[in-house]
C-alpha cells in the first residue's frame, strides 16, 4: 500500500460516500441532500457540529479520502464529521431540524472550510487502514452497519477466498474471532435473502427498522438455525443454498409482523430467542407454537421448565447445605442474615403453595 499523503483540502471539493456502509441501502447512490436529512435524523448530527463549532476541527481527526476527479475527493471514513462541516457553512442545505440548526449557529463560532485529509490512492487502501476499528469509533455503528461493512470488505478483499477462509482472516485483520465473524457474514447474505424477498412486504419494514441481531442471535441457537436451514456449525463454501425459505418468512413475520395492538408474535431479545429455541426442537411444541399457540404455552410443552425447575431447587439446597457446613466458622451473626433468612423461607412457603394449589386445581 501506497504512503498516504496528508493535505488540507477546501470542503466544497469534499463530497459525501453515497455507498457508505452506515447508510441504508434504500439511501445508496442518492443525492447529498436526502443523505443530509438522513444524518440529521438519525447520526446526532446536531451534537457533532456543536463539537466542532464550538472547538473547531480538531487536526488529528483527518478524514480518509480518494480522488475521484481533479478537484474532487469522495470522503470514504469521516462522512458524519463531513456532513456537520457542510451544513455549518452551509445551513440552507438542511430540510430538516431548522430550529436545532440554528441554535448551533448562535452558539457556535467556528465554521471550518480547510480540512485535513489523508488522501489514499484506491478505496480498498483505507479499508486496509482502518480495519474494523472505525466502526467503533464516536458514534458505534448498529449491527447491519457492521455486517455490510464487512460484508463488503470480503468481497473487496478476499473475493477469491470461500466464507470460512475469509472469516479467518478478517478475523486477524480486526483483532476478533472467526466464528462471530463467521456469524455476521453468513447472517448478512441471510438478511440479503430477506431483503431481496421486498421484507416480505411487512409494513413499515425495511432496512431502517430491520433488527439484524435477530439474525445473528438466532444463528447461534442450534434449533432456530436448524429450521431456518442456516446451520453453521460445520465449514461449508454456501451456508444460504440450503435455506428454508418458507420457514425463513415465518420467522420473519413472528418478529417483525405488527397485529391490530401493533405488537409483534415475538420479541427479539435473548430470553424470547431461547424458549423459542426450545420451542423448535420440540415437535410437539413446534408444531403447537406454528399453528398459534402463544411461545409461552407451547414452551409449556417441552418439558424443560420441569427439568430446570429441579435443576434450580436442587441449586438453591445445595448452596444452602454449603452455607451450614461453614456456618460454625463465620463471624456473620444472626442479625446479619435476619432478613435474607426471611426471605428464604418466604420463598420456599410460596414455592410449596403454588405446586399444592396447582395440585388441587388439577384434581378439580
Avoid at 65 to 75: F, G, L, N, P, R
Avoid at 113 to 124: A, V, Y
Wanted: with cysteine.
Amino acid at each position: 500500500m501506497t504512503k498516504p499523503i496528508f493535505d488540507t483540502i477546501p470542503l466544497e471539493q469534499l463530497q459525501l460516500d453515497s455507498a457508505n456502509p452506515r447508510l441504508p441501502k434504500s439511501l445508496h447512490g442518492q443525492s447529498e441532500a436526502e443523505i443530509l436529512e438522513y444524518m440529521l435524523l438519525d447520526a446526532s448530527l446536531i451534537e457533532l457540529m456543536l463539537a466542532i463549532g464550538k472547538n473547531d476541527f480538531f487536526p488529528g481527526e483527518q478524514l480518509l479520502v480518494v480522488k475521484i476527479e481533479a478537484d474532487s475527493y469522495k470522503v470514504v471514513e469521516g462522512n458524519r464529521r463531513l456532513s456537520a462541516l457542510k451544513i455549518l457553512n452551509n445551513p440552507d442545505i438542511a430540510k430538516v431540524q431548522k430550529s436545532k440548526i440554528q441554535q448551533v449557529l448562535e452558539e457556535t463560532e467556528y465554521r471550518p472550510t480547510e480540512i485535513p485529509c489523508l488522501t489514499f490512492e484506491k478505496e480498498e487502501d483505507i479499508h486496509n487502514y482502518l480495519g474494523y476499528r472505525h466502526i467503533t469509533g464516536i458514534k458505534e455503528w448498529k449491527l447491519l452497519e457492521k455486517a455490510r461493512y464487512l460484508y463488503n470488505l470480503w468481497k473487496s478483499l478476499y473475493n477469491d477466498q470461500p466464507i470460512n477462509s475469509a472469516a479467518k482472516e478478517l478475523a486477524k485483520s480486526i483483532g476478533s474471532r472467526k466464528d462471530y465473524v463467521k456469524r455476521v457474514l453468513v447472517g448478512y447474505e441471510v438478511y440479503k435473502v430477506i431483503e431481496d424477498e421486498a421484507f416480505y412486504r411487512i409494513p413499515g419494514l425495511d432496512d431502517t427498522t430491520f433488527y439484524f441481531n435477530y439474525i445473528a442471535d438466532s444463528l447461534n441457537k442450534n434449533n432456530i438455525a436448524e429450521f431456518l436451514g442456516v446451520d453453521i456449525r460445520n465449514e461449508k463454501d454456501d451456508y444460504v443454498a440450503e435455506i428454508n425459505q418458507n420457514h425463513l418468512k415465518e420467522w420473519v413475520h413472528w418478529l417483525f409482523e405488527k397485529n391490530t395492538e401493533n405488537r409483534t408474535r415475538l420479541i427479539g431479545d435473548s430470553e424470547s430467542l431461547t424458549s423459542l429455541n426450545r420451542v423448535l426442537g420440540n415437535e410437539t411444541a413446534r408444531i403447537a407454537f406454528t399453528k398459534g399457540l402463544s411461545l409461552d404455552a407451547a414452551d409449556d410443552l417441552t418439558g424443560e421448565n420441569d427439568s430446570q425447575f429441579i435443576n434450580l431447587i436442587n441449586s438453591a439446597l445445595q448452596s444452602l447445605e454449603n452455607a451450614d457446613r461453614i456456618v460454625t466458622k463465620v463471624s456473620a451473626t444472626y442479625a446479619n442474615i435476619e432478613i435474607q433468612l426471611k426471605e428464604i423461607r418466604a420463598i420456599a412457603v410460596k414455592i410449596g403453595r403454588a405446586l399444592q394449589d396447582k395440585e388441587d386445581d388439577d384434581v378439580i
